[in-house]
């Protein structure tokens, strides 16, 4: 079973809303609220950003916002800065086989 | 504040054993549930494997699995990664992460300590 797929990359302009999605299986990303969030600058290590699908850890801007719709969990982050750009992970806990999965990564961009 | 601090990376022949250390702080360390992550670089995150609090379940991603083993010691707050039959594709930074919701997001992470494989 393969991982959860991520866009390689996505992009925005500062002040604009952007959205990453992250789409798994049945029993993965879809059997439970236990989707996570990663920031990760380059040279750093990740940093957790949300957890349990919507859930912002203390300290973490409310910019940052998640949901899930069946198989598919969603990261936006709204009003853009340039701070935002970094890679971004998802990840889940796979009931089935009792492992964590990350997804591939996202890049993103601040125009 | 919590801290983890990896060490015991470095240079290791395909077909070695390595072993990492993650030594914590700020926490009351046999309280949590602990993970190893590692990262190929210029890839992205991979799961290794968990261990619980008091280290009598553990599980790992099939392609360590009879390889590795993770271990704690709460005496000594330090989480353990054995690292036997090594191959090229193990190089990578290893992660030590902190869970406070057993199935929840990996709360807090270490700096990483970078394991290469090469003859």
């Known amino acids: 079973q393969s991982a959860p797929t991520q866009p390689a990359s996505v992009s925005g302009s500062p002040g604009q809303s952007i959205t990453i999605s992250c789409t798994g299986i049945?029993?993965?990303?879809?059997?439970?609220?236990?989707v996570s969030w990663y920031q990760q600058h380059p040279g750093k290590a990740p940093k957790l950003m949300i957890y349990?699908?919507?859930n912002r850890p203390s300290g973490v801007s409310n910019r940052f916002s998640g949901s899930k719709s069946g198989n598919t969990a969603s990261l936006t982050i709204s009003g853009l800065q340039a701070e935002d750009e970094a890679d971004y992970y998802c990840s889940s806990y796979r009931s089935s086989t009792n492992v964590w999965v990350f997804g591939g990564g996202t890049n993103l961009t601040v125009l | 504040e919590v801290q983890l601090v990896e060490s015991g990376g470095g240079l290791v022949q395909p077909g070695g054993s390595l072993r990492l250390s993650c030594t914590a702080s700020?926490?009351?360390?046999?309280?949590?549930?602990m993970h190893w992550v590692r990262q190929t670089p210029g890839k992205g995150l991979v799961w290794v494997s968990r261990i619980n609090n008091d280290g009598s379940s553990t599980t790992y991603a099939d392609s360590v699995k009879g390889r590795f083993t993770i271990s704690r010691d709460n005496a000594k707050n330090t989480l353990y990664l054995q690292m036997n039959s090594v191959r090229d594709e193990d190089t990578a930074v290893y992660y030590c992460?902190?869970?406070?919701?057993?199935?929840?997001?990996?709360?807090?992470w270490g700096q990483g300590t970078l394991v290469t494989v090469a003859s």
């Open positions: 349990d699908v919507s």
């Open positions: 700020g926490l009351t360390f046999r309280s949590y549930w």
């Open positions: 992460a902190r869970v406070i919701r057993v199935v929840g997001g990996f709360d807090d």
């Open positions: 049945s029993s993965d990303v879809g059997a439970y609220n236990y």
